[in-house]
């Protein structure tokens, strides 16, 4: 069973900055996807960012572009968000996920729906305080 464990949520002020990591612990196949998601209470799931771990390719929301990084490492198995500029509004639960069956052609189409992430980790709070 592949285990995600994400960490490094918290309280920021606005403008402030946080780095959230990831570790993915029994899964040895080398072409996969990672992403991050978040969700308010009421609200659906966003996808954030997400990476595919051949050739460094990356994929972000709008609404974070230019603010947020992502970053993978395959060896390791981990993925981490850096995250600036926070606003307000990326106050969330985020969730490391991770997708067997993904492509470089549909990495970025699966960040938009996140049901075909096929394991989870249990999410890490981030609030943004104004």
């Known amino acids: 069973q592949v285990l995600l464990v994400e960490s490094g949520g918290g309280s920021v002020q606005a403008g402030g900055s946080l780095r959230l990591s990831c570790e993915a612990s029994?899964?040895?196949?080398?072409?996969?996807?990672m992403g991050w998601f978040r969700q308010v209470p009421g609200k659906e799931r966003e996808g954030v960012a997400a990476?595919?771990?051949?050739?460094?390719?990356?994929y972000y929301a709008d609404s974070v572009k230019g603010r947020f990084t992502i970053s993978q490492d395959n060896a390791k198995k981990t993925l981490s968000l850096q995250m600036n500029s926070l606003k307000p509004e990326d106050t969330a639960m985020y969730y490391c996920?991770?997708?067997?069956?993904?492509?470089?052609?549909?990495?970025?189409?699966?960040?938009?729906?996140?049901?075909?992430?096929?394991?989870w980790g249990p999410g890490t709070q981030v609030t943004v305080s104004s």
């Open positions: 996920a991770l997708d067997s069956r993904c492509s470089i052609y549909t990495y970025q189409s699966r960040l938009n729906s996140g049901s075909m992430y096929n394991y």
């Open positions: 029994r899964y040895t196949d080398s072409i996969y996807c």
């Open positions: 990476a595919y771990s051949r050739g460094g390719n990356t």
